[in-house]
Antibody, heavy 123, light 107 residues
Framework: EVEMLQSGGGLVQPGGSLRLSCAGS????????LGWVRQAPGKGLVWVAT????????YYADFVKGRFITSRDKSNNTLFLHMNRLSADDTAVYYC????????????????WGQGDVVTVSS | EIVVTQSPATLSAFPGERATLSCRAS??????VAWYQQKPGQAPWLLFY???TRATGVPDRFSGSGSGTDFTLTISSLQSEDFAIYYC?????????FGQGTKLQIK
């Protein structure tokens, strides 16, 4: 059974940093495109970042470029989102998600999701 | 950036009725559209990809259609568990973008 277990969220001060983790089980994380989607309180879904391909190509939303980095540790089957220079606008539930097909590149729909991790940026 | 617009923002319907949700992309995305259902406190659930291909476990009362810029999610006969928020997403180009969602609520 595919599972994605998230951890690392919490309260952080403006300007601070946080690292989210997403541990995969039941599948080889290295074979799938993986993404991060966030949802601010009471708001809709917003795509944040994706890592895909054999060479770990990365893609970012403009509002996180230069501040967030996504990476994966294939030996530990874990995806990370390193978040820097956080602001109140980054307050949200962050979801990790897995692509449908194990061909390294497929992003045609996020099939499996983590449980979500709350990030609160506040002083 | 491709802007995705969903309508209506809120749809009220009775159980057993048919519901039609719309999604429009600001550019041609061919059929590179996915639909998700989200319930309060839960992660989204993939319903469709390729605009009309049902994902695993999705009941056949759900159908997806459209191509180019206009897409539709139809629920033929609403069940109580279908009342939720629905999002469409384009994955034709980076950045991927979601619509703002349609809340389907019980009348």
């Amino acid at each position: 059974e595919v599972e994605m277990l998230q951890s690392g969220g919490g309260l952080v001060q403006p300007g601070g940093s946080l690292r989210l983790s997403c541990a995969g089980s039941g599948f080889s994380l290295s074979r799938f495109a993986l993404g991060w989607v966030r949802q601010a309180p009471g708001k809709g879904l917003v795509w944040v970042a994706t890592v895909s391909g054999r060479e770990d190509d990365t893609y970012y939303a403009d509002f996180v470029k230069g501040r967030f980095i996504t990476s994966r540790d294939k030996s530990n089957n874990t995806l990370f989102l390193h978040m820097n220079r956080l602001s109140a606008d980054d307050t949200a539930v962050y979801y990790c998600a897995k692509g449908r097909l194990g061909n390294y590149n497929d992003v045609s729909g996020w099939l499996d999701w983590g449980q979500g991790d709350v990030v609160t940026v506040s002083s | 950036e491709i802007v995705v617009t969903q309508s209506p923002a809120t749809l009220s319907a009775f159980p057993g009725e048919r519901a039609t949700l719309s999604c429009r992309a600001s550019q041609n995305v061919i059929t590179n559209v996915a639909w998700y259902q989200q319930k309060p406190g839960q992660a989204p659930w993939l319903l469709f990809y390729g605009a009309s291909t049902r994902a695993t476990g999705v009941p056949d009362r759900f159908s997806g259609s459209g191509s180019g810029t206009d897409f539709t999610l139809t629920i033929s006969s609403l069940q109580s568990e279908d009342f939720a928020i629905y999002y469409c997403q384009q994955y034709h180009a980076w950045p991927q973008t979601f619509g703002q969602g349609t809340k389907l609520q019980i009348k």
